[in-house]
């Protein structure tokens, strides 16, 4: 459905480009997202992608056909803003209709697809209330039904879910990946959030500082990160990292002791997600920083070396700053990534490793 090949943006006020030679195939009926930190340039990619933004380098292809220079109107797609950009004056029916009204669409057809999107978004019973009257989650649900009256095969979402509370995101996440299963439309979602980009997403893109890191399904990107980075942004908790080093029979970090054979040399990092540390009796003491208890669950965040390192653990912990506890954790869960290039380091490179 959509190719790019290279694309690059720099606006002419900065040296700095935007955009940095991204690469990638986003396939028809795919929900694609793109996450990452704020400034990235998830954004101006999107804008780039419905062509409110010029292309610097590279080349857009969607279906097949060079899209550099196509207006907007000609790239037969639909977009969700952020800040939804309703007309506070018509009502949601006549917001809804707005884009079939300006194409010329005839009255019959436009109140077809209107009912057929109310009735898919729940909105039936406000098409005639102003938008001034709805909350941001229905507010949000007209932005989404007037995409789906266009019908067009591809829409573009730029962080729709920000404005809403942490419940009703959740509930917004699941309606709008089940709309756009129903209709097989291709989605290209950008978002912030990783927890968005893992449970929405067919593959995501991982960006950061306009450069792709990553691409992949949310699980190949959480269990195989490439990156530091990408350890660190995807899963909540992040990735525990510490700073170690290499010697003749496998890697210290403060006083850890991890066993393997291996030929390197020098400092590594060392990472771990919270939820792969165990508490073990037989394991390493460590001192308590702080705990914060979830309900059932609990996250214990204690010292590491130079770090605090947080360990996510299905009770709840009573302790407090000081407190010692003993852990474990799988060696076959440890990650190892360059000290200079913060590239992971895999595991075939690190010969047998001892008790995986």
């Not at 404005?163 to 709008?176: H, S, T, V, Y």
């Not at 990553?214 to 992040?238: A, D, K, M, R």
Request: proline share 4%; net charge neutral.
């Amino acid at each position: 459905m959509i190719t790019l090949n290279e694309i690059s943006k720099v606006y002419a006020n900065s040296q700095k480009r935007a955009v940095n030679t991204v690469s990638a195939t986003i396939e028809k009926g795919e929900f694609f997202v793109l996450v990452g930190p704020s400034g990235c340039g998830k954004s101006t990619l999107l804008r780039m992608l419905a062509g409110l933004e010029d292309i610097t380098d590279g080349t857009m292809y969607i279906k097949g056909e060079c899209a550099n220079s196509l207006p907007p109107k000609d790239r037969h797609l639909s977009m969700v803003f952020q800040n939804y950009a309703l007309y506070p004056h018509l009502t949601v029916g006549e917001n809804i209709v707005f884009g079939l009204k300006v194409r010329k669409v005839k009255k019959d057809e436009r109140e077809k697809r209107l009912k057929e999107a109310a009735e898919m978004v729940g909105l039936i019973e406000y098409l005639k209330v102003k938008p001034g009257q709805l909350s941001g989650g229905q507010r949000q649900r007209v932005a989404l039904a007037r995409a789906i009256v266009s019908q067009t095969p591809i829409c573009l979402m730029d962080e729709p879910l920000s404005n809403l509370d942490a419940k009703l995101r959740g509930q917004m996440r699941i309606e709008i990946r089940e709309i756009q299963r129903r209709l097989g439309i291709t989605m290209i979602y950008v978002t912030h959030d990783q927890i968005e980009a893992m449970t929405m997403g067919d593959r995501i893109m991982v960006l950061n500082n306009g450069e792709v890191q990553q691409i992949g399904t949310p699980l190949c990107i959480y269990n195989e990160p490439e990156n530091e980075f990408v350890s660190s942004f995807i899963g909540s908790p992040s990735m525990n990292i510490g700073k170690g080093t290499f010697i003749d029979n496998g890697v210290e970090i403060g006083d850890l002791h991890i066993p393997f054979y291996s030929n390197k040399r020098g400092g590594v990092k060392v990472g771990i997600r919270p939820e792969h540390i165990q508490l073990d009796e037989n394991g390493q003491e460590v001192t308590i920083h702080s705990v914060e208890v979830l309900g059932y669950e609990s996250i214990i965040n204690f010292y590491m070396g130079e770090s605090v390192w947080k360990a996510k653990v299905s009770s709840q912990v009573m302790l407090g700053k000081g407190d010692k506890i003993k852990i474990g954790f799988p060696l076959n869960k440890l990650y190892y990534f360059d000290a200079e290039t913060s590239e992971r380091i895999l595991i075939q490179e690190m010969k047998e490793m001892v008790g995986v």
